[in-house]
């Protein structure tokens, strides 16, 4: 066989465009997109997915061959879809975090199918629907309409806000808050849960959740910016004890879940000090550091 043509690759990958075509939205996972670029073409999802696998290379969508057959530049697809690196790659963890965003707002860009996108945490209302598109959302059948529920629209202001001032920290909290609105209520442990939970239950609980949160997340910072067996140390915790009672009045009595929170913070506040109040060496506090969010370390 001659040298030329032993050397000559064999075509690879798709060389042109599908007949129709639809447009990536911000956030949402390469999942979601295959799957409406093949229902749009009347193709298998499953079909397309494994057409623009490159299996000599990888188990992944290849972004180059998706830009080709979606006639959407590579930037722009990896700009707006989420599952194109190799952070979130997986199918099952895009489907784990994606929720499908409003149906309204995709409707009036002329989008009927479902769209999932993998929303921050905080992102749990569609403010210009008061559409739920929060944990429990899981269908467009779950986007509860919100227009009677002005609590919960506050709520979702008030997440938003908590999560620009706290960060990382907002969604620690919020785990923390939960654990305790549950004791007081005695609900199962994976009510509120935001993997398994139902959206009217979410929903219900929200404005508890998110007034709760935002009471711990200050009053965390408060305590641990604050030396121990101190006045400013007792006003800090006397300010969670006050608040927490003027808001929720009904748990007054039960203490309990606010006592361990307040004792777990002292704790991590004393591995963050000497023994003199002053702050030990980076080396020796790593590990206490490494447990707290890091709006809270000075
Ligand atoms: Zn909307």
Redesign the pocket.
């Known amino acids: 066989m001659p040298a030329e043509i032993a050397t000559v690759a064999w075509p690879h990958g798709p060389a042109v465009a599908l007949p129709r075509t639809v447009v990536p939205f911000h956030r949402e996972t390469v999942a979601s997109y295959i799957d409406r670029l093949a229902h749009a073409n009347y193709l298998d999802p499953t079909r397309l997915r494994r057409y623009l696998t490159d299996t000599g290379t990888g188990c992944h969508p290849q972004a180059d061959w998706l830009a080709i057959i979606s006639a959407h530049p590579v930037h722009l697809l990896r700009a707006r879809l989420i599952g194109l690196t190799e952070r979130d790659h997986d199918l099952g963890r895009q489907r784990h975090h994606a929720r499908p965003a409003?149906?309204?707002?995709m409707a009036r860009r002329g989008v009927t199918e479902p769209v999932y996108c993998w929303f921050p945490d905080h992102l749990t209302v569609?403010h210009?629907?008061s559409?739920w598109i929060g944990p429990g959302n899981r269908s467009v059948d779950d986007q509860r309409d919100l227009r009677g529920a002005p609590a919960v629209l506050t709520a979702a202001r008030g997440h938003a806000r908590l999560h620009r001032s706290h960060g990382d920290a907002a969604e620690v909290t919020l785990t923390e808050a939960s654990r305790i609105l549950r004791w007081w209520t005695a609900t199962p442990s994976h009510t509120l849960s935001t993997a398994t939970t139902c959206a009217d239950t979410y929903i219900r609980a929200y404005p508890d959740l998110i007034d709760l949160a935002s009471i711990l997340a200050e009053g965390s910072r408060k305590i641990l910016n604050t030396p121990a067996a101190t006045l400013a140390r007792h006003r800090a915790i006397d300010w969670v004890y006050t608040r927490v009672a003027t808001r929720f009045p009904d748990y007054r009595t039960r203490r309990q879940p606010l006592e361990q929170w307040i004792g777990d913070r002292r704790i991590v506040a004393a591995s963050m000090c000497q023994s003199d109040g002053r702050p030990r060496p980076a080396f020796q506090t790593r590990l206490a550091r490494q447990r707290i969010p890091s709006c809270y370390r000075k």
Request: glycine share 0%.
């Open positions: 409003c149906r309204f707002c569609c210009h629907h559409r």
